[in-house]
């Protein structure tokens, strides 16, 4: 229990604890491992990842490719459990936006209000509705869950696909189009007065393919008085569901679950792939956990009593010793 269990202290705790248990062995895995634990994922990865790999690449050579956060878990539909291993990460654009007017008293008349104007920027990014897109790694997820549910078509029933994942469904929904939420507002300092300035925090994502097309949208929903600073800005990736490592990944969950079904995802929020990949590494979002059908799991990132089952921590550890075998 507590903050960072499920993300991620819970891979960091069956990782560990199979890597000391082989290293008391004797017992090496087939290839040679670098193990990374840096500290600033959650602010971008400016002070760890990053600098990691532009300053010590050489920590790094001879890697070709990597696990990490988000991924391997389990949901359940139509009692058949699914364990969706992260191949694609939506790319981050960290915004703030700028309305300028003219500031003045509170009790005159001012059509030229900064904060009616960002008040309208922030609710057209908003309530935008942006268009379904579908990468490789949903589409292969929403053919699996088309075969399961009996829909005919995925490109037609994408919405109704992903509402079978039950709580799992918010972040899926957002993995099949481009986000932009607003996050903060500040404008002002006392009641009657009317700023000359009001500002604005925007959290956008974008697919693996659509930078473009957010960016276009994003200026296209922003009255001509608001300006966007990008304060942070990280690419989209995805890497294919293929190869001698995947294959790794799907015979070790199914060594501890014969009947499981291994898919790739698309993950909404980003990691520290982000800067391993500047290297060539292929990255995947591979933490094994069989959870019960009930948990809301996806709740629990950044949530109120965040945890983890021990019975699903035990789970991820045998995982991981098999796919050390078998890597």
């Given at each position: 229990?507590g903050?960072?269990?499920?993300d991620?202290?819970?891979f960091?705790a ?5 890597v000391r248990?082989?290293?008391?062995a004797?017992v ?5 491992l670098t ?7 959650e602010a971008?990865?400016?002070?760890g990842?990053?600098?990691l ?10 890697c ?7 991924g391997g878990f389990?949901?359940t539909?139509?009692?058949?459990r ?9 790319g981050?654009?960290?915004?703030r936006?700028r ?6 008293h509170?009790s ?5 209000n900064?904060v009616?104007?960002?008040?309208e920027?922030?609710s057209a990014i908003?309530r935008h509705q942006?268009p379904i897109?579908?990468t490789p790694?949903?589409g292969?997820?929403?053919?699996e869950v088309?075969a ?17 994942f039950?709580?799992a469904?918010?972040m899926l929904a957002?993995v ?9 507002l ?29 960016f276009a949208t994003?200026?296209?929903?922003l009255p ?7 304060l942070v800005?990280?690419?989209a990736l995805?890497t294919p569901?293929?190869?001698p490592i995947?294959?790794?990944?799907a015979?070790a969950?199914?060594t501890?679950d014969a ?10 929020g980003?990691t520290?792939a982000?800067a391993?990949?500047?290297?060539g ?6 933490s094994?956990?069989?959870l019960p059908?009930?948990l809301d799991?996806t709740?629990l990132f950044h949530g ?6 021990v019975d699903?921590l035990?789970f ?5 010793d098999?796919?050390?075998?078998r890597?």
């Amino acid at each position: 229990w507590g903050r960072g269990a499920v993300d991620m202290k819970d891979f960091d705790a069956a990782i560990l604890s199979v890597v000391r248990a082989r290293a008391r062995a004797g017992v090496p895995p087939n290839r040679s491992l670098t193990l990374a634990f840096t500290a600033d994922e959650e602010a971008g990865s400016i002070q760890g990842a990053h600098p990691l790999v532009d300053q010590r690449p050489e920590w790094f050579e001879g890697c070709t490719e990597a696990i990490g956060e988000v991924g391997g878990f389990s949901t359940t539909i139509n009692n058949k459990r699914l364990y969706l291993i992260e191949t694609a990460e939506k790319g981050l654009a960290w915004l703030r936006l700028r309305a300028h007017g003219t500031a003045g008293h509170g009790s005159m008349r001012n059509p030229d209000n900064a904060v009616t104007a960002i008040a309208e920027a922030v609710s057209a990014i908003g309530r935008h509705q942006w268009p379904i897109r579908l990468t490789p790694a949903m589409g292969a997820l929403l053919e699996e869950v088309a075969a399961l549910t009996g829909h005919d078509n995925v490109e037609d029933n994408v919405d109704a696909l992903v509402e079978h994942f039950g709580p799992a469904a918010r972040m899926l929904a957002a993995v099949v189009r481009n986000t932009a939420n607003p996050t903060m507002l500040d404008s002002g300092y006392k009641h009657n007065v009317i700023p000359g300035e009001a500002t604005a925090g925007i959290d956008g994502r974008f697919l693996p393919g659509y930078e473009d097309e957010f960016f276009a949208t994003l200026r296209s929903l922003l009255p001509d008085n608001v300006s966007y600073e990008l304060l942070v800005h990280d690419k989209a990736l995805e890497t294919p569901f293929e190869g001698p490592i995947v294959e790794a990944m799907a015979a070790a969950i199914r060594t501890e679950d014969a009947d499981a079904t291994v898919l790739p995802f698309l993950m909404s929020g980003g990691t520290d792939a982000k800067a391993w990949s500047k290297l060539g590494v292929r990255c995947f979002g591979f933490s094994p956990l069989r959870l019960p059908a009930d948990l809301d799991f996806t709740a629990l990132f950044h949530g109120v009593d965040e945890r983890v089952p021990v019975d699903a921590l035990e789970f991820s550890a045998r995982v991981f010793d098999e796919f050390l075998d078998r890597a």
